[in-house]
């Protein structure tokens, strides 16, 4: 009699969650990860910081619901501390990081597993696929997916699968965050575009794949953009400072922008209260050239939107791309 065929299992799967102030959004991440139509075993690690709403009822509610989920405490509320955090307590040699907001799709941790296998990468990610719900934030996601909103950047706009600087959330190997030593907790924010600099510096594979797509929802409103985008800027700011190696053009396109635009409306300016027509032109020609790039590329950008959603590109794409260039001039220190 032949001997009965081995089962093999997929590797196990630890899913890191760093948690601060989502309760309207926690439930639903956590299901959405517990239902995935995944073969090996899921634990789910969530961190949770000094929420200010419900967020830790939610959470213990889960955890006693379901022992794959569990709960350590994040004193800081400081996303790299949430992350080393959850990863210390987590148990499996694959490590997916997933924020207390996103929604992955159902074949999720099944393709990020596979493609970490087949590439040999220390990290595998998609897209950071921007999806609105109101006209603001519908305006927002089709800017964060456009060239003129975020630059080239695969994970925001899509691509071919192969080596980057860096992709969205993470599919890990234990081993590769062990050998960098984790996320930097000095960094508030940009810690993955850093971590990623650290696993590539050290011999490592970030691997981008277009069929790792996960939702993202925008900020709600103006403001909320301008602050994430200023806080982006400036701790970009701060990598470039430990990095310089990692400065390119499209991290200096928003300052040097802003730097134009302020600059040359102020030329004109002068220019205007001096009579000389010269200074005049050369000044605001600069803000001008922006603004007309600005409108070409809402036009373009808005072709599937909805008309209250389209007419507030223009500012969305000046909000971005202000904010970003201010946080990058004032840097982090």
């Not at 990860?33 to 830790?56: F, H, K, M, N």
């Not at 999720?108 to 921007?130: C, H, P, Q, R």
């Not at 994970?155 to 080596?163: L, M």
């Amino acid at each position: 009699m032949s001997a009965e065929p081995r089962q093999v299992t997929a590797p196990g799967v630890s899913v890191v969650m760093p948690v601060l102030n989502e309760e309207r959004h926690l439930e639903a991440a956590v299901r959405r990860i517990l239902s995935s139509s995944y073969d090996g075993p899921i634990e789910i690690v969530l961190a949770l910081g000094p929420s200010q709403d419900r967020t830790d009822e939610v959470a213990a509610a889960l955890s006693a619901e379901d022992p794959r989920v569990r709960t350590v405490r994040n004193p800081t509320g400081r996303t790299a501390a949430a992350l080393n955090a959850a990863i210390a307590a987590s148990r499996f040699d694959i490590i997916i990081r997933v924020d207390g907001h996103a929604l992955i799709p159902d074949d999720y941790v099944a393709v990020a597993v596979a493609t970490l296998e087949a590439t040999g990468a220390d990290n595998v990610g998609g897209i950071m696929g921007a999806e609105g719900v109101s006209d603001f934030e519908q305006s927002v996601a089709a800017a964060m997916t456009s060239w003129f909103g975020v630059g080239g950047a695969a994970f925001h706009i899509g691509g071919e699968p192969g080596p980057a600087l860096t992709v969205y959330l993470g599919c890990f190997r234990r081993s590769a965050l062990e050998r960098v030593g984790g996320f930097d907790e000095s960094m508030v924010r940009a810690q993955d575009w850093e971590l990623n600099h650290r696993i590539r510096q050290t011999g490592g594979v970030v691997w981008f794949t277009p069929d790792l797509h996960v939702t993202y929802r925008p900020r709600p409103h103006l403001r909320a953009l301008a602050k994430q985008y200023f806080e982006y800027g400036r701790w970009r700011r701060e990598v470039a400072r430990r990095h310089p190696e990692t400065v390119s053009a499209r991290y200096l396109a928003p300052p040097a922008t802003l730097i134009a635009v302020v600059g040359g409306t102020a030329l004109g300016i002068a220019g205007v209260a001096t009579q000389s027509r010269a200074a005049a032109l050369i000044g605001f020609a600069m803000p001008v050239g922006y603004v007309v790039a600005n409108l070409i590329a809402s036009v373009r950008a808005a072709r599937s939107l909805p008309p209250a959603a389209a007419v507030r590109l223009p500012a969305v794409f000046a909000t971005m791309h202000g904010a970003w260039g201010a946080g990058f001039l004032r840097g982090a220190r």
